[in-house]
């Protein structure tokens, strides 16, 4: 393991996938005992403007300078990586690495990168309407040879319901709206798809989801005990 590695996480967006993201770092640690783990700093800054609002709205900067401050905060105080489990977020990653020091994990890219390897060639994005916009997934999926599916309007009119009606209220989210999502999807012909959406990572923790899903915080929560040098235990 790397003695002077320290993960940062930047998080807050929301307060429930910080929580659950720290979580699946310890879990995913190869750790017998506490001085096993990785060293870790968590700014959970609730106070950043909702991205999905801020994007649609073309007022960004504001977002844009929270997030900064925020990595900016966290390499301070000694983190030597930095990893933001914010699917959105991520609209600024080429520009929040342009002004810090240390690396930030690119969840939407390694994510990508793990369907690639699935072996997956038309992949179902489920987001919301701020990562769907941007086009973060379809534009990583593309430069790896994949096609990116998003869900018809009312289908994504019930993902952006899950997400903000129902798990940043504190509930654990619908069955029934998810599965309406789920067949929307295979009837476009995907055949794997991607947890966009670190609220939807709490709706799995709830009520799990087929394998046909990669969460996307799974994958950053991965690739951040790698980056930090320390062993990956097996699940």
């Known amino acids: 393991m790397a003695a002077s590695a320290r993960l940062g996480i930047l998080g807050g967006m929301g307060p429930q996938a910080t929580l659950l993201f720290y979580q699946r770092v310890l879990d995913r640690t190869d750790a017998a005992r506490d001085q096993a783990h990785i060293p870790t700093l968590i700014w959970s800054d609730t106070a950043i403007p ?46 929040l690495q342009g002004e810090l020091g240390i690396p930030l994990l690119n969840m939407v890219r390694l994510t990508a990168g793990a ?7 038309r992949v179902g994005i489920l987001a919301t309407d701020g990562t769907v916009r941007t086009g973060l997934y379809q534009t990583a999926c593309a430069g790896l040879g994949l096609e990116a599916a998003v869900p018809g309007p009312q289908a994504q009119a019930l993902v952006m319901s899950i997400i903000y009606d129902e798990i940043k209220r504190g509930e654990s989210g619908s069955r029934e709206k ?19 959406c670190t609220e939807l990572s709490v709706y799995k923790e709830h009520h799990g989801v087929p394998e046909h899903y990669l969460d996307a915080l799974d994958v950053l929560a991965e690739e951040s005990v790698r980056a930090c040098g320390y062993p990956l235990r097996e699940v």
Do not use: K, Y
């Open 115 to 121: 369907m690639a390897r699935r072996g997956c060639r």
């Open 50 to 95: 909702d991205r999905t609002a801020a994007i649609l709205a073309g007022e960004t900067e504001p977002v844009f300078q929270a997030l900064l401050a925020g990595a900016r905060l966290l390499e301070r105080e000694g983190c030597t990586v930095l990893a933001i489990p914010c699917n959105t977020s991520h609209c600024f990653a080429g520009r």
């Open 178 to 196: 998810f599965a309406a999502v789920d067949r929307d999807l295979r009837a476009q012909g995907c055949d794997g798809a991607i947890l966009a």
